[in-house]
Each structure stands twice: as C-alpha cells, then as structure tokens.
C-alpha cells in the first residue's frame, strides 16, 4: 500500500512538474529501493525522502541493437537526441514487401536444421524466430550511467554440443562497411542473451554470430499467375569480441553522457532541410 502511494506521489509530482506532457512516456517501477522512471528512452531513478523526491543521478539508458549500426554511424547527435531525449527523425515507412520478405524468411526457417541455413555452420536447429531481448544495465568504470540492450533478434540457433548462434537476415550483397556496423547490432544480442534481465530470454554461450544474405539473382515463371525469385545465400561470421563490443559501448556513454548533444552531421539532408526552413 505504502509503495502504491509512492508510485502515485511520484506520478502526480511528474505531472505537476512537466506540465502533464510526459502522462504517455511515464513508466513507474518500484522493484528497486527506489522508483524507476522512464522518460522516452531513458530511466532515471527517484527516491522519495521525507515528502520531496531526491533524484539518483544515475541514468539507465536503453540501446536499441538496430541503432547502434547505422543511426548512430551516421550522425552521433541524432542518435543523443533519440536516446537521452527520446527525440526520433521522422521516420520514413519501408515499402511492406522488405517486412514480407524478412517474415517469410524467419517462417521458412523457424526450426530447421543449421544444414539448411548454410553447410558452414554447425549441426543444430533454428529454435527461436524473431523475439525480444533485453540485458541487464551495463556499468562500466568511469561512467555515472549505465545503459541496457533491448531489441529483437532475427533467428537463434541451438548447436548439438548446446551452445547457441545469433543470426541476422540481411537482403542485398555483403560489404566490409555494414560488416563493420552489423557487428555491433550482433554483439548487442549476444551480450542481452548471455546477460539477460530479469524474466527475459537466457541462451548461453553464444559462440557464433553472423549475417545471412539473400541477393535476389534470376526469376522463374511458374505460369501466367505466379513467378519466384531466386536469391544467392551468402554467410558472413562474425567472430565474437566482448571485450571490442564494452570498448564500444564505453565510446557509446561517452557520447550520451555529454552534456549538449554532438554537433550535426555536415552531410546530412535533414538539419539542411530544418536550417533552411529557419530563413523563411
Ligand atoms: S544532422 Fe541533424 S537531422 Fe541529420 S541526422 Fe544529424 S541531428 Fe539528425
């Protein structure tokens, strides 16, 4: 009862504070000492002493998998301002027949043999097809905040010798730079699984990682109603680098826990488009 109150304090207290506007962003948890607090994609924590709240500068922040490849390659501002800020570039829809391609592959595959995925890799199943992970918070020395993974992986797979394998579907042709990206999006996964929060999925060890790519290479026509495509499959690992990845998340907090977002990226078509907007 006494913690209810709390969380109901705390609530009204936010409402009060923030004008009411943050009423849809407000998560409350009270499994902690103290509350946790989510605005957009942060957590802060709050404790409440004697009827005024005190705030732990302590904050939680969530590191979407997805992002960590291109958006925050692109430009470091708008990745701080979507994830200290919860402050997203206005998303342009994918056209439905990539989402189409990628379910019908996860389907396909949803609990073959790895010998059908690609002979590279080891004896195994495909177990789980598209589900969420989340890591517990990442503390790392010289940081204030922590940070957690949370996102969806592709397809994992259990090895006989009961070992497991992250894997991501990519359709298009391999190349050294979104090699480099995807990694991070892989470790990420790998590190939520092997580290994973409370009441979220548990697989460990992962020992392998890697990209599996569909080129679309020729056409078939069945008869006048249906045709098919046919795609080259290419396997890419990734050879797993812990170490590498907490060095990449450290450069990570780095960036977030600046106090002003990064400068802009200079190419980028957005900011222009925003700055010209500001002469009219
Ligand atoms: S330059 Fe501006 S709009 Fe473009 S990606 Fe960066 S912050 Fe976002």
Same mark, same amino acid.
């Given at each position: 009862?006494?913690?209810?109150?709390?969380?109901?304090?705390?609530?009204?207290?936010?409402?009060?504070?923030?004008?009411?506007?943050?009423?849809?962003?407000?998560?409350?948890?009270?499994?902690?000492?103290?509350?946790?607090?989510?605005?957009?994609?942060?957590?802060?924590?709050?404790?409440?002493?004697? #009827?005024?709240?005190? &705030?732990?500068?302590?904050?939680? *922040? $969530?590191?979407?998998?997805?992002?960590? +490849?291109?958006?925050? /390659?692109?430009?470091?501002?708008?990745?701080?301002?979507?994830?200290?800020?919860?402050?997203?570039?206005?998303?342009?829809?994918?056209?439905?027949?990539?989402?189409?391609?990628?379910?019908?592959?996860?389907?396909?595959?949803?609990?073959?043999?790895?010998?059908?995925?690609?002979?590279?890799?080891?004896?195994?199943?495909?177990?789980?097809?598209?589900?969420?992970?989340?890591?517990?918070?990442?503390?790392?020395?010289?940081?204030?905040?922590?940070?957690?993974?949370?996102?969806?992986?592709?397809?994992?797979?259990?090895?006989?010798?009961?070992?497991?394998?992250?894997?991501?579907?990519?359709? #298009?042709?391999?190349? &050294?730079?979104?090699?480099?990206? *995807? $990694?991070?999006?892989?470790?990420?996964? +790998?590190?939520?699984? /092997?580290?994973?929060?409370?009441?979220?999925?548990?697989?460990?060890?992962?020992?392998?990682?890697?990209?599996?790519?569909?080129?679309?290479?020729?056409?078939?026509?069945?008869?006048?109603?249906?045709?098919?495509?046919?795609?080259?499959?290419?396997?890419?690992?990734?050879?797993?680098?812990?170490?590498?990845?907490?060095?990449?998340?450290?450069?990570?907090?780095?960036?977030?826990?600046?106090?002003?977002?990064?400068?802009?990226?200079?190419?980028?078509?957005?900011?222009?488009?925003?700055?010209?907007?500001?002469?009219?």
């Amino acid at each position: 009862m006494k913690a209810r109150l709390t969380v109901l304090i705390v609530v009204l207290l936010g409402v009060i504070f923030f004008g009411g506007s943050i009423e849809k962003n407000v998560i409350v948890n009270n499994s902690r000492s103290g509350l946790d607090v989510v605005f957009g994609n942060t957590e802060q924590n709050y404790f409440v002493e004697d #009827g005024s709240i005190l &705030e732990d500068k302590k904050m939680n *922040y $969530k590191l979407s998998p997805s992002d960590l +490849a291109f958006l925050y /390659e692109g430009c470091k501002r708008c990745y701080y301002l979507k994830v200290v800020h919860g402050i997203s570039q206005p998303s342009i829809p994918l056209p439905a027949i990539f989402s189409r391609m990628a379910a019908l592959l996860k389907e396909y595959y949803d609990g073959k043999s790895t010998k059908e995925l690609h002979p590279d890799l080891p004896p195994g199943r495909v177990m789980y097809a598209e589900r969420y992970v989340q890591s517990n918070p990442i503390r790392l020395a010289g940081h204030n905040a922590t940070c957690f993974i949370k996102g969806r992986f592709d397809i994992v797979v259990e090895f006989e010798d009961k070992t497991y394998g992250v894997i991501d579907f990519k359709t #298009g042709k391999p190349n &050294e730079e979104s090699l480099d990206l *995807y $990694k991070r999006q892989l470790h990420a996964y +790998a590190y939520a699984l /092997e580290n994973p929060a409370p009441g979220t999925l548990k697989l460990s060890p992962i020992t392998k990682m890697g990209l599996l790519y569909f080129y679309p290479s020729k056409i078939d026509q069945e008869s006048v109603e249906s045709l098919s495509y046919q795609a080259q499959i290419h396997w890419e690992e990734i050879p797993k680098d812990k170490g590498w990845f907490l060095e990449f998340v450290d450069e990570v907090l780095d960036v977030l826990e600046s106090p002003q977002p990064p400068a802009p990226s200079p190419n980028c078509q957005w900011c222009g488009y925003i700055d010209k907007l500001k002469d009219i």
